[in-house]
């Protein structure tokens, strides 16, 4: 971020590895390189991904973040996205639960819409403070345009290795219809001191759509890796994107590729005494799009979902990708969130947002 020096990641604090791809060699077809996505997609769901020619548009993007949470607090809550499942607009702290006895969050999100940016100045969705409508035509639609860009292609490599006719998924993710994929900026205030769930920066959760496409500059994000149960720090790497898999492409592929989870907590050691920002561009599939493997289109998703005790269940939740959305981002706000007979729950699904 210009203007603001913050240490290096720690080099005493244990992390998790990811794999590293080359997202020119996937572009450029390059046989190992897409082996490597594959392992990455199917194992943990998370990998780093360089040359992905994003870099000034991130940086652009973390310029509009400070701008935007910088603003008056009753400009940004004129645009609040409020309790009934939105997932546009500034998402203010204190909205959400962040463990299960109900304590509120204290993080900030922008997020604005594809189908806003790409539209602009014509309004789909929603309007936006003012700091977001004078970046959309020189930061946002750029970075929104090439995050597309990089995550339809992740998307279009991974559909051909789930053996799925040219062109599936891609139709499922058409850049020209409405969608709720969005590009976010978050801002997370210091907790100083030992970890807790309590001071959770964002709670343990699955991503809710298809692929998130992350910009780290500080630590904070962990992963609970499968078989483990033990939470380990992501590094950022200068230059490395984080992607990783979402719910629906979990659905999609009858749980072939694995949407892990995660959670963000508060930056180790010496980063702990600064403010979090991050950048993510979620690749959501279209708005009427049914959520359901594709079991008729590939004898490999259908070979998984034969062997998947509870498939019904899991991978034919009778909900539109609008729907699994909302439903998610309801059941995160503290406004649905009630205790009974000393039980704490959420109205939609689990408080631990446990997809599937
Ligand atoms: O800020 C981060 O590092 C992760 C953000 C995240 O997991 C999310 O917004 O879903
Ligand atoms: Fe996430």
């Not at 539209?119 to 700091?131: G, K």
Request: net charge neutral; charged share 25%.
């Amino acid at each position: 971020m210009p203007g603001i020096s913050t240490p290096p990641f720690p080099v005493d604090v244990p992390t998790h590895p990811l794999l590293v791809i080359d997202y020119r060699r996937v572009k450029d077809g390059d046989k190992d390189e897409i082996e490597k996505l594959w392992n990455a997609a199917t194992q943990l769901g998370f990998w780093y991904l360089k040359n992905h020619g994003v870099d000034a548009e991130v940086d652009g993007m973390f310029d509009m973040g400070l701008e935007t949470m910088a603003l008056p607090m009753d400009e940004k809550m004129a645009h609040e996205q409020g309790d009934d499942g939105a997932s546009f607009g500034y998402k203010a702290a204190g909205t959400n639960a962040v463990d299960e006895k109900g304590n509120l969050d204290s993080t900030e999100f922008i997020n604005v819409s594809k189908d806003d940016a790409l539209a602009f100045p014509n309004v789909v969705h929603r309007a936006y403070p003012s700091t977001v409508v004078a970046r959309m035509n020189s930061t946002i639609r750029p970075f929104i345009e090439k995050s597309v860009e990089v995550n339809n292609t992740l998307i279009n490599t991974l559909n051909a290795e789930l053996g799925l006719p040219e062109g599936t998924l891609a139709q499922l993710h058409n850049p020209e219809e409405q969608s709720r994929c969005v590009a976010r900026v978050i801002r997370a205030p210091p907790k100083p001191g030992p970890i807790d769930e309590q001071k959770a920066m964002l709670s343990a959760h699955t991503d809710f759509g298809s692929l998130s496409f992350l910009h780290n500059r500080l630590g904070g994000l962990q992963v609970l890796a499968p078989g483990t149960d033990k939470w380990q720090y992501i590094k950022p790497v200068p230059g490395h994107a984080i992607c990783n898999i979402g719910d629906s492409l979990t659905i999609f592929s009858g749980g072939i590729l694995r949407s892990n989870m995660h959670r963000v907590v508060p930056p180790p050691k010496e980063q702990e005494k600064f403010e979090r920002y991050s950048v993510v561009f979620f690749t959501r599939a279209n708005d009427h799009v049914e959520l359901r493997a594709l079991v008729e289109d590939s004898p490999l998703i259908a070979g998984a979902v034969a062997n998947t005790p509870n498939a019904q269940v899991r991978f034919w939740p009778g909900v539109t990708a609008r729907g699994w959305l909302e439903r998610r981002v309801r059941g995160q706000r503290i406004k649905h969130f009630t205790v009974r007979l000393g039980t704490p729950t959420v109205h939609t699904r689990t408080h631990r947002n446990r997809a599937i």
